[in-house]
Nanobody, 115 residues
Framework: QVQLLESGGGLVQPGGSLRLSCAASRSIFSFNTMGWYRQAPGKQRELVASITSDGKIRYADSVKGRFTISRDNAENTLYLQMNSLKLEDTAVYYC?????????WGQGTQVTVSS
């Protein structure tokens, strides 16, 4: 088992930046894939970005060039650097670790982009 705790969300103006963190309760070294998802009001949860243990990265088209995902195995933490934020980035952001038998989720952190 692993517990995931997101932090770093908040209120930011369009064009601003935020850095989300996802702290795991144990070593993430063995996790092949970790990812960030988001869910806006009235919409389905969608993949924002994912990263594998060997560094393969995938981004949603809507965030390419603006968001950067990274993982620090030594700190057991997953990050999401979000730059040039847009109104449509407003959502609850979730950290995810899929395993063979279970998919672990954090409780989410709210990101609100508003002028």
């Amino acid at each position: 088992q692993v517990q995931l705790l997101e932090s770093g969300g908040g209120l930011v103006q369009p064009g601003g930046s935020l850095r989300l963190s996802c702290a795991a309760s144990r070593s993430i070294f063995s996790f092949n894939t970790m990812g960030w998802y988001r869910q806006a009001p009235g919409k389905q949860r969608e993949l924002v970005a994912s990263i594998t243990s060997d560094g393969k990265i995938r981004y949603a088209d809507s965030v390419k060039g603006r968001f950067t995902i990274s993982r620090d195995n030594a700190e057991n933490t997953l990050y999401l650097q979000m730059n040039s934020l847009k109104l449509e980035d407003t959502a609850v952001y979730y950290c995810n670790v899929p395993t063979t038998f279970y998919s672990y989720w954090g409780q989410g952190t709210q990101v609100t982009v508003s002028s």
